[in-house]
C-alpha cells in the first residue's frame, strides 16, 4: 500500500494567515492526488483534485501543487469557515489510501 | 445538483448482519464508480472498496476484503455495504461517494452511523 503523511498533524492560525500542508506518498502518485474538507459532523467535501485542480465551487483561496511523492495545499488567506480537517488522498493505485489528516484550529 | 443519500443510523448487536444504502440522483448513476469509505469514531478516513454500477464490478481493499460485500441496484440508483457478522470493531461513520475527475471522491452521501454493541 501506499502511505500518505502529512504535516503537520494539527495547527493553530488566524484569520487571514496564509496556510501550507503538506502531503508525502511513499512512492510516486504521480498527480493522483486529491484534497479534502471535513468539519465536524459533516461528510468530506473534494477540494482539489489532480494535484492542482480546484473542484466547482471552491473558493480561489485554496490551492494545490505538487507531483510525484511531494504535494502542498495552500490556504492564501485563512476565512473563519476554513477551521477544519484536511486529508489528502491518492488514487493512483488501489487500494487509495489517505493521509492522516491535519486539523486547523483558530489561535 | 448530484446527491448521494444514505440509510439511516443503525445499532447492532455482534453477529448480527446488515446492509446500508446510498441512493444516487440527478446524474446517470451507471455512469460512475461508487466507493465506500470508513471513519472510525475521532479517526482519519479509510478507504474500503468501489463499484462500478453499471456492471456491478467490485473492487475492494485487502483490509476490508471478505468482512464486507459492496453491490448495487441500478434499477433503483442505489449501491449497497453489507456485512454478514457484525463486530465491536465495525461501529463507525460509513460514508458512499461518487467519483470524480481523478478518481477523486467528488460527491458524498451524509454518511451512516452502525454502531455495533451487545
Known amino acids: 500500500d501506499i502511505q500518505m503523511t502529512q504535516s503537520p498533524s494539527s495547527l493553530s492560525a488566524s484569520v487571514g494567515d496564509r496556510l501550507t500542508i503538506t502531503c508525502r506518498a511513499s512512492?510516486?502518485?504521480?498527480?493522483?492526488l486529491n484534497w479534502y474538507q471535513q468539519k465536524p459532523g459533516k461528510a468530506p467535501t473534494l477540494l482539489i483534485y489532480?494535484?492542482?485542480s480546484l473542484q466547482g465551487g471552491v473558493p480561489s483561496r485554496f490551492s494545490g501543487s505538487g507531483s510525484g511523492t511531494h504535494f502542498t495545499l495552500t490556504i492564501s488567506s485563512l476565512q473563519p469557515e476554513d477551521f477544519a480537517t484536511y486529508y489528502c488522498?491518492?488514487?493512483?493505485?488501489?487500494?487509495?489510501?489517505f493521509g492522516q489528516g491535519t486539523k486547523v484550529e483558530i489561535k | 445538483e448530484v446527491q448521494l443519500v444514505q440509510s439511516g443510523a443503525e445499532v447492532k448487536k455482534p453477529g448480527e448482519s446488515l446492509r446500508i444504502s446510498c441512493k444516487g440522483s440527478?446524474?446517470?448513476?451507471?455512469?460512475?464508480?461508487i466507493s465506500w469509505v470508513r471513519q472510525m469514531p475521532g479517526k482519519g478516513l479509510e478507504w474500503m472498496g468501489r463499484?462500478?454500477?453499471?456492471?456491478?464490478?467490485?473492487h475492494y481493499s485487502p483490509s476490508f476484503q471478505g468482512h464486507v460485500t459492496i453491490s448495487a441496484d441500478r434499477s433503483i440508483s442505489t449501491a449497497f455495504l453489507q456485512w454478514s457478522s457484525l463486530k465491536a470493531s465495525d461501529t463507525a461513520m460509513y460514508y458512499c461517494?461518487?467519483?470524480?475527475?481523478?478518481?477523486?471522491?467528488?460527491?458524498w452521501g451524509q454518511g451512516t452511523l452502525v454502531t455495533v454493541s451487545s
Open positions: 461517494a461518487r467519483h470524480h475527475y481523478g478518481d477523486s471522491l467528488g460527491y
Open positions: 440527478e446524474y446517470s448513476f451507471t455512469s460512475y464508480w
Open positions: 463499484i462500478d454500477p453499471s456492471e456491478s464490478y467490485t
Open positions: 512512492q510516486s502518485v504521480s498527480s493522483y
Open positions: 489532480a494535484a492542482s
Open positions: 488522498q491518492q488514487s493512483f493505485s488501489t487500494p487509495w489510501t
